[in-house]
């Protein structure tokens, strides 16, 4: 049976973790859920490589929330730098999950869009885990994750 | 059969998978084509390696249009480095073929630009495969992909 | 029985490493503690590399206190990344405690920072080593290091 | 007998490595040089890899003229960066011989200084290669290459 | 016998290996240097990897100049992050010892840091090879190299 890694923060400001299990496990079926919490981004890299080996999971998602000060940016950028690197060394799929604070323009559009990512992103680990050709026929397509979709350009 | 990955996301807003899939098989015959959809440009690394590791593809296009918010040219800048990784990992090319949305002046012809980046990379991704002496003759010549060529110094 | 890491630096103005060893022993028994201090942020990976490998530590803590200059800041962002990748070398957890100079008003309020923030991530370590589950209550509850904590949001 | 590696882009406006391997036959003789072009900066990493593991040369010189919008900046640093890394991962020397457009005032000077450092970073490789001695004589006096040297510190 | 390595380049304008090289063999004996220059500071990674693994090093000192342009602080901080990456590679120190070019008032004071800066790391050298405990004592105490000691926090 497959197994999906949740890898999140004590620092987030919202359960992301349990919107992702959550929609995990009302859309589909047949895959077993571990969650490993940590205290900030910059501990998931280590987390999702220890989910991947040390658990054997399938695919992982990392979700977080980065503050909006500069520190906080740069933390983000090193935790999805090496989020990727991570991908790289165990050739499985991460997907991170970030809602920066500095998103939305109060705290509930923030709540509700770290629910909104958390279940969207969801989506697309069981899309890259069971029906990869799903993603195929939506590329190119101006999809996005939580706010509203972009849509196709009009040429 | 020599085997093109074509790696593309479901964020960016034209086909452009489809674009240098069109390009190729109209320039050339002799090989075969992989697809895999990913959500965004920071899904590419690890699905250009499993085009490598796992399809054997013996090069591939990593297509993706990056957004204009100073988060989305962070995004781009760590699928950036982290493609070049891969590469390394792998010893073969990616032609990382990004399009940023400020790039043009409207939809139109920010469509534009992307099926004729998409297309003129498809032209460098075959050189690279099998007529790798192209480009020395090409070289130095301030060649574009997209808007026009540069050309040479003039001195 | 488990061995706790201890990394800083004599660039801190802090006794930081201090601060967290009297945490760790205050807190909880049955572990070692080996410590290792290097002239500045930058040296700190490979001490927690060697901590690791060659003394056979579980988990580290790499304490610094980086200055407020802009070049100050790059070597922060240096060392930080290459704490990530440290552990993804590894598989073990480095829990980065950072104070940055211009965090607080005065001297007096960065001593009391570099006190609290080495203390409550000497408990984060003891809590990925011997009760993950505790983290995993936490999640998304909004928990900060050193300063008060942001908490859930309102929604 | 040794072998050099250049690898050049077909997006620079200069044919920088024509220039290398003419100042390379001009100086010395005992090496052969074997040529890859590519088309940017960004490919240059794998391509000395490849010159290095697959056409057995001791040294690249990796010649580039990035843009001078920000995207063309960002380009170089990713491509450095792999290039230092192409070295750790081939314990071989790259001489990195960007030049970027906004470095002269006019399309003849850059030309002139794009001749000029592609020709003196060649003897810098020579010297790696051949001669090591000559560059601890030359050790902290300032020299530059393509544009005056700086010198020694009057103190 | 311990062996230290003493990487530096053409482009620094004070002899800064000769300084370290003067300080080391003043205060210590029982150990080898061995020196390699190389042109600029991001040829040092690789020097730095050659002389652990062809020379057989025990500790390096990487010391470079990175002059005052935007460009020049690029280079140092695309070098100080792969002299990191080194260090890892090889579980050994490498002290860095970079004195920028705006850091003094005029070419005499930058001469003076620089010499004084090459000279305190030196001992660093020494210290973290030979007299590790002598570090722990200066565990944060402010210590700096060059300018003057920041010393402990008045709290």
Chains 1, 2, 3, 4, 5 share one sequence.
Not at 24 to 32: H, I, M, S, V
Not at 49 to 76: H, R, S, T, Y
Not at 126 to 136: A, I, N, Q, S
Request: aromatic residues 6%; contains cysteine.
């Amino acid at each position: 049976m497959k197994k999906i890694g949740i890898a999140d923060t004590t620092f987030a400001r919202f359960d992301m973790g349990n919107a992702a299990i959550n929609e995990l496990k009302t859309k589909d079926t047949g895959f077993n859920v571990i969650r490993y919490s940590v205290p900030g981004v910059k501990d998931l890299p280590v987390a999702c490589k220890k989910l991947f080996e040390e658990q054997n999971c399938d695919i992982v998602m990392a979700l977080g929330m980065p503050g909006a000060k500069p520190i906080d940016k740069q933390c983000a950028h090193e935790a999805s730098t090496a989020l990727i690197q991570t991908q790289l060394l165990c050739n499985k799929h991460i997907l991170e999950v970030f809602v920066h604070e500095d998103e939305a323009k109060d705290e509930k559009e923030l709540a509700w869009l770290a629910d909104k990512r958390s279940r969207e992103h969801a989506i697309n680990a069981l899309d890259l885990l069971f029906k990869p050709e799903k993603l195929v026929k939506k590329a190119g397509k101006g999809f996005r994750e939580g706010f509203e979709d972009a849509g196709s350009l009009r040429s």
